[in-house]
């Protein structure tokens, strides 16, 4: 097999427009380093992190399309999901989401929102777009 045999099929990169780009820096940069991504270009209108092959790009929103904010249950993103190395994992950044002052969601069915075999946490960056770790199966 052959590296783009290796690589067909999986994400390349998702670029995410953000109404406050600092503000989603702050954010992004500390949880991505926890799942292994580092950064890997910045400009004035956004950064991305890259994690081997894969890479997430923040974009500053131009000032003529924030009239209109998101919301996962318009057309278009729902949410992103990511793989946990475990449950202890998962549970650690629970703990470092809270001190931070980050909402965890579905908070009376946590680790289990999911379901009673999916063990993830669940919360949003700051432009309210949803995002879950999942650890793997025990």
Known sequence: MNRSDELLGLLHHIEINVSDLERSISFWSW??????????????RGISFR???TYLVFVQTEARFLDIPYHRRRTGLNHIAFHGASRAQVDDLTRKLEAKGINILYKDRHPYAGGSDHYAV????????KIEVVAPPE
């Open 31 to 44: 949880f991505l380093a926890e799942l292994g991504y580092q950064e890997y270009q910045r400009w004035d």
């Open 51 to 53: 994690r081997g092959h």
């Open 122 to 129: 669940y919360f949003e960056d700051p432009d309210r777009i």
